[in-house]
């Protein structure tokens, strides 16, 4: 059996070789038994990755039972295939967890923080108290036939614990942190300050892995997908423990003091991917029908900056697909990024989509660049699309688009519904 790619390369060829027989010869080969030369066209034509990340910022759709499932109902509808609920972030689990109760202290996000989230109290009906919003997700997603990957967002991130969202976390596991060469440990990002817990912390391992495998585990989901927060940014990792770490492996020497030393960087990065082969093995023991996906950054960027070096997890087969974040407003380089060696080579033998920005709060996107976008997905022969993020379909939108012209827009994308793709 021929894969995909083989499938559409040897069809390809053969589609050109029969083309100057004449129409005579190509319908006799075309007859005889078993051959399937169509079928990869076919295939391409009815399969599609159409997903939506669902988040907890700048949106309350998770904090309402009957938003969240007219949302769903309304995606349906517009023919998309795939859900990614966020069910991490902030340090706190959006699912109720036996594993973030033991270790944080909460086994969901605690009102508080969603309150300061979303910059205004909630109504005693609203919230996660009493829920099982990722039970909801599943359960509601699976009867409109779509694919529910919860979206593991914040990886090895959390909050200070002195931000206004709280981590409890950072509170109950201070020697969990990584730290920076000068030896501070928070980063700011906008108006919240942020902390990374150690990747090379087995501790840190234990937990990430325990959280993950709860999902797998207890909910029927479709796969679990990490993001561009699983990694660390190259400013840290001189932490006592990393440092101890990489004394022992180079004669005693401290690591460099340059945070961007390639030597470093690889050292570190490889790290990463060592405990990347162990979640795999864990998340498949657990749910073998669990696809791994990742979203994160262009490759380049994520290993330097993110010491996340995906590319290296896809050649070692730790990816099965790939969701890769192209937040980009020039139409030539989001193209450009597309065609690079690392992308082209990953969609030879697994489902490589792509991620498009649909709007931020400060930030809303027209609908003409997202048509345009996904054109360009489509023409690269990618296997879809998922936009970040629900909110900014049709209700976070640019002033002199209307709700209703949106989702027209969407339908006009989508005007049937496909399978995504198979592994």
Sequence with gaps: MFSGFWAATFFRAKRRWLTSLGSITLIL??????????????IANRSE?????????????????????????????????????????????LYPSKVAAQEVGQAMMPKKSIETLLGRSLPAKEGLAGRDVLKEIIDRGHKAKMAVIPWFEFGFMTTAPSDPAGSDLAKRHPAWLTQKADGSKISKEG????????????????????LLVEVVKNYDVDGIQLDDHFGYPYQYGYDPLTVKMYQAEHQGKNPPPDPKDVEWTNWRAGKVTAFMKDLFKDIKKANPRAIISVSPNPQEFSKEFFLADWEAWERAGLVEELVIQLYRNDLSRFK??????????????IPVAIGVLAGIKPRPIAMKQIQEQVAAIRQEKLAGVSFFFYETLWNLKPANEKVVDRQTGFQKLF?????????
Excluded at 30 to 38: E, V
């Design 29 to 42: 080969i075309l007859l005889i038994p078993g051959f399937s030369g169509a079928m990869p066209t076919k």
């Design 49 to 93: 990755i159409r997903g939506v990340w669902i988040t907890n910022i700048d949106s309350d759709v998770l904090f309402d039972r009957t938003r969240l499932s007219n949302s769903i109902g309304q995606l349906q509808k517009l023919n998309f295939n795939t859900l990614y609920p966020v069910v991490w972030n902030w340090g706190y689990s």
């Design 191 to 210: 108006t919240h300050e942020r902390v990374w817990l150690n990747p090379l912390n087995p501790e840190v391992q234990t937990f990430i892995k325990s």
């Design 336 to 349: 450009w990024e597309m065609q690079k060696p690392e992308v082209q080579r990953a969609k030879t033998h």
């Design 415 to 423: 005007p049937a519904g496909v399978d995504r793709p198979k592994l």
